[in-house]
Structures are given as structure tokens and as C-alpha cells.
């Protein structure tokens, strides 16, 4: 993987690009992660497809633009993105937030998909209780307690059987909420806040998808997804029997399966 900078329009965007191959998949990182929580799984993929990995606007060391950074913005940035690489058609990956920032592609320029996939994602908008609790991490981030985040989100996005297995992973994440830019973690927020349901838009968009999903993810249960896939039935399904929110990490092997099965359908 070559990292670079690269102008996504007006905003600078720090990428990773694998370059070979003839499908191209991006990769797109959850709240408080950035492009280098792809790096182990990223390889499970190459050389069969070449891989884009991208630190979302308002994370990772991309640039930060303004105090609220909505889902549409982003998609903006992608494709302005993928305008800059020359690239036409791509498999868009999103996990959890970059799941929204997927969806939101999808829905201004569903013609440069060969497929979408939410990982550990969801089309619904935020219920009023989840605004409430995005606009207390806010607070929390204005007043300088960001740590408050770490000590929770990190751990909690594994099945409580892998995170003794995967510590290092936990740790690398938590770390990674230190070094987020405050300014980045409130505008990026600020735009899930804001976000709409999309399940309407999938149900007509014509372009492929594919759910994968973790049968013990404590953000997404597998109650809650039900009501999604009943919703779509065009999507595929893939579950992960042993992972919570982090499936790429915690079950890759399979993940990437799903994954690459799904993508060579359009090869």
C-alpha cells in the first residue's frame, strides 16, 4: 500500500492505494478510526483487487473542514477522490460511520458502483436517543474529556470473547482517539447527527449490496439488523457468528471472503 496526499477537490485527503488491480474496492473507516485500521485486512484482498484505503475527513491526519462534516460532504470528497486517481467504477466498503459516508455515495453517484457494502452498518438515521448521546460526546470533546471516549468506545466495539485476544488491536484504537483532532471528532459527529434513512434509496438504486454483519455486535443486535434486511431484500447477507462490531479484525479471514466473493460476481 503507497500512502499519499492527494487534493479531493478542495480538501486534502490522506490515502492508501495498493494500484494493482483490475476491480477496485475502498475501504472506508468507522467514528474514531482511521485509514490504518485496514492495514492487516487490507492484505487478505491484494493482489486480487486493488485496495483504496482513505482517513475520512475530520479523522486520521485528512484535512478538517468546517464544523459540521455531513455525510453528503464526504461523498463529495470521494468522488472528487476517485476523479484525481482516474478511477471510474469502484466497490465502496463502508464500516459503521463510513458505512453512512457509503450510503450517502451511493446516493449522488450510484453510477460509479459496481457494489456497496455496509460492514457492521446500518441505512436507518439516528434515533433521537443516539442524537442525544452524539451531542453529549460533544460536550464532552468541547470540555477537553475525549479520554471519556477512549476508555469505552474502543473496547466496546469486540465481542467480549475476542477482546482478550485482540488486545493490541483495543490498544491501537485507543490510542488513535488520543491522537484524533477534537475539531474533527465534533464535525464528523455533527454530520451523523444530521444524517437520513436510505433505505429507500437502496431499495431503488440498482446497485449491488452486501450486509456483513456480527452476530454479537453490541451496537448493531441482530434485532435491530433484522429489521434492515426485511427492508431490503435485494441486499445479500453475510453474518459473522463469532464477531461484535469490528468483524474485520476480529473474524478477517471470513469477512474477506464475503467480500471477495461478492466483489468477483462483477469481474
Not at 434492515?228 to 431484500?233: D, S, W
Request: hydrophobic content about 45%.
Amino acid at each position: 500500500m503507497k500512502e499519499k496526499f492527494l487534493m479531493a477537490g478542495s480538501t486534502a485527503l490522506h490515502i492508501a492505494d495498493s494500484v494493482v488491480g483490475e476491480k477496485c474496492v475502498v475501504l472506508l473507516h468507522g467514528y474514531l478510526e482511521s485509514m490504518y485500521v485496514w492495514d492487516d485486512f487490507a492484505h487478505l484482498l491484494t493482489p486480487e483487487v486493488r485496495v483504496i484505503t482513505v482517513d475520512i475527513p475530520g479523522h486520521g491526519i485528512s484535512e478538517v473542514k468546517g464544523e459540521v462534516h455531513t455525510m453528503e460532504m464526504l461523498a463529495d470528497v470521494l468522488h472528487d477522490m476517485l476523479v484525481s486517481l482516474g478511477i471510474e467504477r469502484v466497490t465502496m466498503v463502508g464500516h459503521s460511520m463510513g458505512g453512512y459516508v457509503a450510503l450517502a455515495f451511493c446516493a449522488r453517484y450510484a453510477e460509479q458502483l459496481d457494489g456497496l457494502v455496509l460492514l457492521s452498518s446500518t441505512p436507518f438515521p439516528d434515533t433521537e436517543l443516539k442524537r442525544e448521546n452524539r451531542r453529549r460526546e460533544i460536550a464532552l470533546v468541547r470540555a477537553g474529556k475525549k479520554e471519556a471516549l477512549a476508555r469505552v468506545a474502543p473496547e466496546a466495539g469486540f465481542a467480549e470473547h475476542n477482546r482478550k485476544r485482540l488486545k493490541e488491536y483495543i490498544d491501537d484504537l485507543v490510542e488513535c482517539v488520543h491522537i484524533t483532532e477534537d475539531d474533527g471528532i465534533v464535525a464528523l459527529l455533527g454530520g451523523m447527527i444530521e444524517r437520513v434513512d436510505q433505505n429507500e434509496m437502496l431499495q431503488k438504486c440498482g446497485v449491488r449490496q452486501l450486509f456483513i454483519l456480527g452476530k454479537c455486535d453490541g451496537y448493531i443486535p441482530v434485532e435491530a439488523a433484522e429489521e434492515f434486511i426485511k427492508l431490503n431484500p435485494q441486499a445479500r447477507v453475510a453474518w459473522l457468528e463469532n464477531s461484535g462490531h469490528m468483524g474485520f479484525i476480529e473474524e478477517p479471514e471470513e469477512c474477506a471472503k464475503a467480500l471477495l466473493d461478492f466483489i468477483k460476481e462483477t469481474i
